[in-house]
């Protein structure tokens, strides 16, 4: 993990190596193993170098960031990367391969060549599929002086942070926003549309920067940039990848699904555990933590080359029923896995204010960023250099995705009849109006023109009625959201519903979540922070593409929670922790954070308000909506979006 940051002026000025100097120094802890420069007339380009991987390139050094090619090294490639099918690619390049140069010397391309380097070859062999073929977790910029052209490419998944700026005649971009905001010339403006996205639960679509003028490119984007006619920056975007929507896995026999995912979960890990020992897990007692430790440990007693584990995890004495340790030391006693514990009383939200808060380049943070940093702050005394998380686990196998009608239409009556009575009872309705949630309506959704399924009472087939609007907390200005033009439907929902059955838009929406995204960025940033790698063997595109794929009810049951990720992990998570894990929300101590512990805090943050000052909240409607919260007599849940909101305010603006 590092970062990247370049200008290019396409009016041919010359870029003062000062200008990027002061991009460096904003986000100068993505450099600690060193920076690397190119500077040549109206193209700068820097890469900072921080190491985790256990096998570092010829050169070694920031040299693993940035790199040259071509005849006359008229192509250069700064990256943030982590490529996981290197053998795959160095394949496709060996078939026919470019010259790679490393200084003024022409060499072919070796397995020993860095990240850059391969993704550069890649480059040259096939600039418009290079993207497409990679696997992995990546931000890259590739300039070709002949064409005169840069393009910017972020993963599928947006595991990796990239922002730009385009001016008249000149392109600024960098991993982290605040590094385009470190040039004085670059001004400094709100951008409401994405506050009120934030505002409307959280759900700030990819490609949704909080800053005017500044782009943030969405998950697989490449967008590419050259001089136009009349001297100013043409810009062509593409995507360059997106799941199959007619992709289909049917296996005879569930158990062919089990190895399946168990396979993509073994390499997910070992091609992300390639880094120095040790690593470190944020482990709790749930399945999707507990699936990468577990298969931590069973790489490392087979002998791989992986990285030896550390978990840190949660310690509730006075909260009894969050504490999950039984079932974390039941994972870390069978693999001898040292355990870090953090005590959990000691990090409730908004301790050590204003200590641990949003990042400057946007609002989004974790309610347990106390925690969050804690964690980091342990491992990174420990020596460990990447953090591992399970962030995404829930919305590839899990998140309560329904799928009665494939039950159904797959002849397993008796399953189906189960899960009925299941849903209803969770639901705590009547088995006749469960069968016309679960059943009737979704295949009507399949029916009917989508026009009028939108058109349902109570919710659509695939995400709750009303859009973003909707989703805001009434002490939310109804006059800003409308004057900061929410559309009428999330983008995500949108691409879902393009894909047909009713549970596959619903994995669809899951998988490609804003919030997910927002918070897989953001804890990124945290580890950068920290001088730590960043791992999430979920979210790994080929793990994606196989649950898009699947059939909804083999993934995931009201009454079988996790269901095929529990029978992929059975004999590698221990039996008894298998059976016991489940998700255990700390709600409890955001409960008592918010009405006693930070009690004055929150009072603060929500007197004098700056979110109400710029008419984005009103604070006498939300004031006493806290007062009721703290009394019992309201459950405020969407509370946090307007405080990490007037914290981010308060910290930078």
């Not at 497409?132 to 890259?140: P, T």
């Not at 800053?211 to 697989?220: A, D, H, T, V």
């Not at 009547?430 to 009028?452: E, H, I, Q, T, Y």
Request: hydrophobic content about 40%.
């Amino acid at each position: 993990m590092s970062g990247i940051a370049g200008i290019v002026a396409f009016n041919g000025a010359t870029v003062e190596r000062e200008q990027l100097r002061r991009m460096v120094a904003r986000a100068a802890y993505r450099g600690r193993d060193g920076t690397a420069y190119l500077c040549r007339g109206p193209v700068g380009l820097v890469g900072l170098a921080l190491h985790s991987s256990s096998a570092p390139a010829v050169g070694g050094g920031a040299a693993e960031t940035l790199c040259e090619g071509g005849r006359n090294t008229e192509l250069a490639l700064v990256c943030d990367a982590r490529i996981d099918n290197r053998d795959e690619c160095a394949a496709l390049v060996a078939a026919d391969p470019p010259r790679v140069a490393r200084s003024s010397e022409a060499v072919p391309l070796s397995p020993a060549d860095s990240d850059a380097e391969l993704i550069l070859a890649m480059m040259q062999l096939d600039r418009e599929q290079a993207p497409a073929r990679l696997i992995g977790d990546f931000a890259y910029a590739f300039w070709d002086g002949l064409r005169l052209e840069l393009r910017l490419v972020r993963d599928p998944l947006g595991m990796r942070s990239l922002y730009y700026r385009v001016e008249a005649n000149r392109v600024l971009f960098a991993t982290e926003l605040k590094q385009i905001l470190a040039l004085v010339e670059v001004p400094r403006k709100l951008n409401e549309h994405a506050v009120a996205w934030h505002l409307a639960g959280m759900q700030v679509p990819p490609g949704c920067a909080f800053y005017n003028g500044i782009e943030e490119l969405r998950p697989g984007e490449e967008v590419a940039f050259r001089p136009s006619s009349d001297g100013r920056v043409e810009t062509r975007r593409r995507v360059f990848w997106e799941p199959d929507p007619d992709r289909r896995i049917r296996y005879r026999r569930e158990t062919e699904y089990a190895e399946h995912l168990r396979e993509l979960l073994i390499n997910s890990v070992s091609s992300k555990l390639r880094v120095r020992s040790p690593a470190g897990v944020s482990l709790s007692g749930g399945m999707d933590s507990a699936t990468v430790a577990s298969l931590a440990g069973l790489l490392g007693e087979r002998g791989g080359e992986v990285a030896a584990m550390r978990a840190y995890s949660w310690a509730f004495t006075e909260l009894s029923q969050c504490d999950e340790r039984e079932n974390i030391r039941r994972i870390t006693d069978r693999y001898g896995i040292p355990v870090r514990e953090i005590p959990a009383e000691e990090t409730w939200p908004l301790a050590e204010y204003p200590l641990h808060g949003p990042h400057e380049d946007d609002p989004f943070c974790s309610m347990f960023q106390v925690f969050i940093d804690r964690v980091l702050s342990a491992a990174a005394a420990d020596g460990v250099s990447t953090m591992f998380y399970g962030n995404r686990g829930d919305v590839m196998c899990g998140g309560s995705v329904n799928d009665l009608p494939g039950l159904l239409r797959s002849g397993a009556m008796a399953t189906a009849w189960a899960e009925l009575r299941e849903l209803a009872s969770i639901a705590a309705i009547s088995r006749a109006r469960a069968a016309g949630r679960f059943v009737v309506r979704p295949v009507l959704s399949d029916l009917l023109p989508r026009r009028l399924v939108l058109r349902v009472k109570g919710a659509t087939a695939s995400g709750p009625a009303g859009g973003p609007v909707a989703r805001a907390a009434p002490h939310v200005s109804r006059a800003f959201l409308e004057r900061a033009g929410l559309p009428p439907q999330d983008p995500v929902q949108t691409a879902a519903d393009r894909r047909s059955g009713s549970a596959a838009r619903d994995r669809y929406r899951h998988v490609f979540s804003p919030l997910v995204m927002r918070g897989v960025q953001y804890l990124e940033r945290l580890c950068a922070g920290f001088e730590l790698g960043f791992a999430d063997p979920w979210s790994d595109r080929r793990i994606a593409e196989f649950v898009l794929a699947c059939p909804q009810y083999v993934l995931d049951r009201a009454g079988d929670v996790k269901r095929l990720p529990k029978r992929a992990m059975q004999g590698i998570i221990p039996a008894a922790a298998l059976s016991s894990a489940r998700k255990v929300p700390p709600e409890p101590l955001y409960l008592l954070a918010l009405r006693e512990k930070a009690y004055d805090t929150v009072s603060d943050l929500i007197t004098g308000s700056r979110c109400a000052e710029a008419g984005f909240i009103d604070e006498q409607a939300l004031r006493k909506r806290y007062e009721r919260f703290v009394r019992g007599d309201e459950p405020v849940f969407d509370l946090w979006s307007t405080l990490s909101l007037e914290a981010w305010l308060r910290r930078y603006w």
